[in-house]
Nanobody, 126 residues
């Protein structure tokens, strides 16, 4: 089970940190990802991180502004979001991809992630 926290209302240029806590998982065996869906739009990939944190991928739209990280001991994955823009407004979801080994290529494709948490809403005002 995955639970995401940390969403809220922030002004453009501000920052938020999202957290996703896992329970009932062998957390360190899963690649983790953050994805988002704005109202009326398709789900979009944001960032993913490999099971041991050695590989990270970002969507072009967030590169240089967002940072994904994880703490396997605490079973938490984070998304630090800086320089937020109104177009970052969306419901943000965390997700896990099982069945990976250390040499599995890290995917940004949401279809590869089978376990999903509830979303947390991020609203960026202009």
């Amino acid at each position: 089970q995955l639970q995401a926290f940390g969403g809220g209302l922030v002004q453009a240029g501000g920052s938020l940190r999202l957290s996703c806590v896992a329970s009932g998982h062998s957390f360190s065996r899963y690649d983790m990802g953050w994805f988002r869906q704005a109202s009326g739009k398709d789900r979009e990939s944001v960032a993913t991180i490999s099971r041991n944190g050695s590989k990270i991928r970002y969507a072009d739209s967030v590169k240089g502004r967002f940072t994904i990280s994880r703490d396997n001991a605490k079973k938490v994955v984070y998304l630090q979001m800086n320089s937020l823009k109104p177009e970052d407004t969306a419901v943000y979801y965390c997700a896990a991809r099982g069945g990976v080994i250390l040499t599995t290529p890290l995917s940004l494709d949401s279809a590869d992630y089978g376990d999903w948490g509830q979303g947390t809403l991020v609203t960026v005002s202009s």
